[in-house]
């Protein structure tokens, strides 16, 4: 068990160290660990007075080290310094900071400092998660005998990283390059049609890269953590299947919805409800606590105001979501809203509506104010809302087929299990997407070919 | 508690039923499978590869054709007088190539010029010869066409220009050209061309080791994995794969600086390897304008950009140390110190966005838009005033004005 704490922290050591070979780099990152760490150990002592003092210098130093645009950039330190994965780390320290206070926290007594640092520095969730909770990867990591690794685990793992592999270097690759490419035709583009056309390809294309980036990234690290003997925690599941934008969430950065619902929307919900008890404005204080949570959530993701109004067009997509449910609960009755919610048609405007909104707050997330406002000009109002009629239909139309022939396949049985989900299925699937991935690695790194004579 | 809530049991109920997808723990890998899923996976990259590796070919077929060519022992090869041949690449269209009586990519005859006629010989290498574009579409043909009807005479065109050909190519071939009597010689320099022997022996130093020519026949396969190299390259999925990803401008200009010294005449300073190449460059067009000079026939140099420099040149933000207009500067100061002729064709391209579209994503030839392109530039400057048979053609502008 020691060994496999030791040759973890070697490996997460290891990857830190690409990024910078300058120690002095380091010094913010470790002082915010050991911050970490000792405010753990005050918790854990039972100095719970300590704890929001504690909170707000852990909140403050992660503000000030990530470079928030609202702090004057004259307070903010000069030299350079490493602060990959800081926003996951703070999360990870806040979970044990914040558990290790609660009165029957099952939080181990003993974290032990490399333990401490195993868990928040772990190099395959460094980077951009999942998050998982300490007792989760203790469960493994600590455990007197490893999870097993053999040929069943082993060649899903493989399975995984290949899968990963296909979607972060070449459908998230290809789909940028669409997206450039757009960008740089669009002003180019001669007649209303095309410029709608490219724009709307520009707008609805970045989901869907962003998906195959993120999602691909996190099936890698599930794999590689797989290698070694630790179980990661899932971060998506088929979000754009949603229905609506509070199952989008609870199916998008599972691990981010979950950590805040836990950390941030239950403990308002609690205070809120403390605060004014009446039953009949519960529903309501919900969809307060939601927009709070979600617009930490826009927050979190960056440090200028673009991403302060993408928690706002997140806050509202999930609070108005709750609140229609609210509302059509009341007006047409619980039984009559849940069968329209197993109409199809419904359910194709409800997954091309919550595809939009996502495509649309993504906008605050890729751009700027400067990008979006002369988008917005060069296309103009009645282009714009043709580009959103068109984003809502043509995300319908292709949600509801791809879901219909996702079915159609996995109606296909071999020895009493989905045909698709089948070892033999796998293995084709995953060797085609080995050798595309491969060739298209080895096709961007290597220069195009010089002017040949072939013909004449 | 943290660990029971509601999102807790999401991760819980979410990883059950990815496992449900694994195989059952239970299961045994039998013998059988043991043996069947690798050889499954090699059947699957055989197939793939076979299917697309055929699919591709039957949609982006691709004919070489040799017919015309004949083998010359100093030369490398020349074209067979009075032939026709056709040809594809996988990016263009069919094209038909004739040959006149001298081996020349011309219509007219190489014989006696006839009365009234300017004649344009047109040295150079695949570029002159316009090569994957047809003869109607070719640079040279669209220029005299336009100059035909603003200088009321007839243009010949004799192309002398050869596929793979050198700068010491050209320098040989001077006295061919005005053994045809042209009134104006037109010498096509792609950077390309200068990876080859630039200098001609009788300028070079005996001392100094002459340049490989790129073009050289591809030798024989030596071995496995130089047979199987060679095989990929000549992949048609490969090329396709490489058509569509290099239609990405940014990609295509990223991939193509990784080029070291091919692509160092995009970058600034000029490193002493190019700077040797402009400088061979520079006395071998001296020897050139020189005998032309001496002839009295006018020398026209024209630049053609690579399809990298022509992206860069319609982009708005080179990477650094990149300057797109470096080679065309060179090459003019190059015509200016020996009193050539320069038609500038990085101005135009550099005012045409996505100019790298004027080119195959691939071959790096121009296709027809692309010689649209060079046939207006060279019409343009035949008409400035500086080429005395061309002195009283009206400028196009003033032309359109007609009535």
């Known amino acids: 068990m020691a060994w496999r704490q030791f040759v973890l ?60 645009a609202f702090i004057p950039s004259s307070l903010f330190l000069h030299a350079t310094y490493v602060s990959l994965g800081l926003s996951y780390i703070f999360f990870r320290v806040l979970h044990l900071v914040i558990d290790a206070r609660a009165p029957h926290s099952t939080l181990s007594p003993k974290i032990s400092f490399v333990s401490y640092l195993n868990y928040t520095l772990n190099f395959t969730t460094l980077v951009s998660g999942p998050i ?65 056309f490219t724009a709307v390809t520009i707008v609805a294309i970045y989901p869907l890269y962003i998906y195959c980036n993120f999602s691909g990234y996190i099936d890698i690290v599930i794999g590689v953590a797989r290698f070694l003997r630790l179980q990661l925690p899932e971060n998506f599941n088929r979000p754009f299947s949603s229905q609506n934008y509070l199952v989008f969430w609870s199916r998008w950065h599972i691990t981010l919805s979950s950590w805040l619902q836990t950390y941030v929307f239950f403990p308002l919900m609690l205070k809120s409800i403390r605060r004014w008890p009446s039953s009949a404005l519960q529903p309501y204080l919900n969809i307060f606590a939601l927009f709070v949570t979600f617009l930490l959530v826009g927050v979190w993701h960056g440090q200028t105001s673009a991403f302060v109004f993408f928690g706002v067009l997140l806050g509202l997509g999930v609070s108005a979501t709750k609140l229609y449910q609210v509302l059509m609960a009341k007006c047409i009755g619980p039984e009559r809203y849940a069968a329209l919610g197993r109409s199809s048609l419904y359910n194709t405007a409800a997954r091309g509506l919550t595809y939009s909104w996502g495509a649309l707050t993504l906008l605050w997330f890729w751009s700027n104010w400067t990008q979006l406002a002369s988008l917005a000009r060069f296309l103009g109002s009645r282009q714009i809302a043709l580009l959103w009629i068109a984003i809502f239909l043509g995300s319908s139309l292709t949600l509801a087929l791809w879901e219909a022939g996702r079915e159609w396949l996995l109606s296909f049985q071999f020895e009493n299990q989905p045909a698709l989900s089948s070892r033999y299925v796998r293995t084709v699937w995953a060797t085609v997407l080995l050798v595309i991935s491969i060739a298209t ?14 013909t004449f | ?78 074209f067979k007088p009075n032939c026709s041949a056709r040809g594809k690449i996988a990016e263009g269209s069919w094209i038909t190539y004739h040959y006149n009586e001298c081996g020349y990519r011309s219509e007219g005859s190489c014989g006696a010029k006839p009365p009234g006629t300017i004649r344009i010989a047109i040295l150079g ?69 200068l990876n080859q022997q630039v200098l001609p022996k009788g300028l070079a130093d005996p001392a100094a080791p002459v340049l490989a020519a790129s073009s050289a026949p591809m030798q024989p396969a030596a071995s496995t994995l130089n047979r199987l190299e060679h095989l990929v390259i000549q992949s048609r999925t490969l ?61 026209v140099i024209l630049a053609v950009p690579s399809r990298a420099e022509a992206a860069l040149l319609s982009s708005s933000q080179p990477p650094a140390h990149v300057d797109p207009f470096a080679f065309g500067r060179a090459i003019q100061a190059i015509a200016s110190r020996h009193g050539a002729g320069y038609v500038d064709l990085m101005g135009p ?39 005395p048979a061309f002195s009283h053609c009206a400028p196009p502008q003033s032309a359109e004005r007609r009535p």
């Open chain 1, 9 to 68: 922290l070697a490996a997460s050591i290891g990857f830190l160290a690409f990024f910078s070979h300058r120690p002095a780099a380091f010094v913010p990152l470790a002082a915010f660990l050991l911050f970490g760490f000792l405010s753990l150990r005050l918790m854990q002592a039972g100095a719970t007075r300590l704890f929001v003092p504690l909170l707000i210098v852990a909140i403050v130093s992660f503000i000030w080290l990530k470079k928030y």
């Open chain 1, 132 to 196: 998982q909770r300490y007792n989760h990867f203790a469960s493994m990591q600590l455990a007197p005998e490893p999870l097993p690794l053999d040929i069943f685990s082993a060649a899903p793992a493989l399975e995984r990283i290949i899968v990963g592999f296909f979607k972060v270097n070449v459908l998230s690759l290809f789909m940028l390059m669409i997206q450039t490419s757009c960008l740089n035709s669009l002003t180019a583009a001669p007649t209303i049609n095309e410029r709608v």
């Open chain 1, 441 to 454: 690695i080895a096709l961007l790194n290597a220069p195009p070919p010089d002017i040949v004579y072939k």
């Open chain 2, 1 to 78: 508690m943290v660990t029971t809530s509601a999102s807790g049991r999401v991760i819980e109920r979410l990883e059950r039923a990815i496992a449900e997808l694994s195989l059952p723990k239970t299961a045994r890998l039998s013998k059988r499978d043991l043996l069947l899923l690798p050889l499954l996976s090699l059947l699957t990259v055989l197939v793939l590869l076979g299917v697309s590796e055929a699919v591709t070919r039957l949609l982006w077929p691709t004919e070489y054709s040799q017919a015309c060519i004949v083998p010359d022992p100093l030369e490398g090869y020349r």
């Open chain 2, 125 to 193: 290498s695949s570029m002159s010869q316009a090569l994957h574009v047809s003869y109607d579409d070719a640079f040279f043909s669209r220029a005299a066409a336009s100059l035909t009807r603003f200088c009321a005479r007839r243009i010949d065109v004799q192309n002398l220009g050869v596929p793979g050909s050198s700068p010491a190519y050209a320098d040989r071939h001077v006295q061919e050209a005005l053994a045809l009597n042209p009134d104006v010689v037109l010498y096509l320099v792609v950077p390309y061309d």
């Open chain 2, 239 to 299: 090329l396709v794969a490489q058509h569509f990803v290099f239609e990405n401008t940014e990609t295509y200009i990223r991939a193509y600086l990784m080029y070291g010294d091919k692509a160092d005449y995009l970058r600034q300073p000029f490193t002493p390897a190019w700077q040797r190449r402009f400088a061979d460059l520079d006395l071998t067009i001296g020897d050139i304008a020189d005998r032309l000079h001496h002839a009295g026939v006018p020398l």
């Open chain 2, 349 to 387: 391209i550099s005012r045409i966005p996505n100019a790298e579209n004027l080119f195959y994503p691939v071959d790096g030839h121009v296709t027809p838009e692309g010689h649209k392109v060079i046939a207006q530039a060279l019409a343009q400057k035949l008409q400035d005033g500086s080429v």
